[in-house]
Nanobody, 115 residues
Framework: QVQLVESGGGLVQPGGSLRLSCVASVSMFTIYSVGWFRQAPGKQRELVAS???????NYADSVKGRFTISRDNAKNTVSLQMNSVKPDDTAVYYC?????????WGQGIQVTVSS
C-alpha cells in the first residue's frame, strides 16, 4: 500500500512563508507526476501546483510567482514552498501522486493564514 505523509502545515501570518513536504513510501522513480491540491471550506478541491518526472511544473494562476513546487528523488519527497501567503491560501492541502494504473492521496494538512 502506497502511503503519502504530509507535513509542514500550520498557522502563518499574511505575507509569511511556509514549506509543505510530502514523503512517499515508494521510489519517486515510479511516480509520473505529483500534485499539491487544496480545499477551502465550502469550495471544491483545486490543483495548486504539479511537477512531472521530467521536472515540468504547472501552477494555478492564483499562486504563480509565490509558490514553488520541487521534488527530491533521493528523499522520495515533494515540497511546496509557499511565500507571500494570503488569507485566501487558507485550506487543507493534499498531496497526490500518479503512478502506472494508480493514483494516491495524502491525508491532508491544514494551512491557516491569519494575523
Amino acid at each position: 500500500q502506497v502511503q503519502l505523509v504530509e507535513s509542514g502545515g500550520g498557522l502563518v501570518q499574511p505575507g509569511g512563508s511556509l514549506r509543505l513536504s510530502c514523503v512517499a513510501s515508494v521510489s519517486m522513480f515510479t511516480i509520473y507526476s505529483v500534485g499539491w491540491f487544496r480545499q477551502a471550506p465550502g469550495k471544491q478541491r483545486e490543483l495548486v501546483a504539479s511537477i512531472t518526472s521530467s521536472i515540468s511544473t504547472n501552477y494555478a494562476d492564483s499562486v504563480k510567482g509565490r509558490f514553488t513546487i520541487s521534488r527530491d528523488n533521493a528523499k522520495n519527497t515533494v515540497s511546496l514552498q509557499m511565500n507571500s501567503v494570503k488569507p485566501d491560501d487558507t485550506a487543507v492541502y493534499y498531496c497526490k501522486i500518479w503512478m502506472w494504473m494508480a493514483e494516491y492521496w495524502g491525508q491532508g494538512i491544514q494551512v491557516t493564514v491569519s494575523s
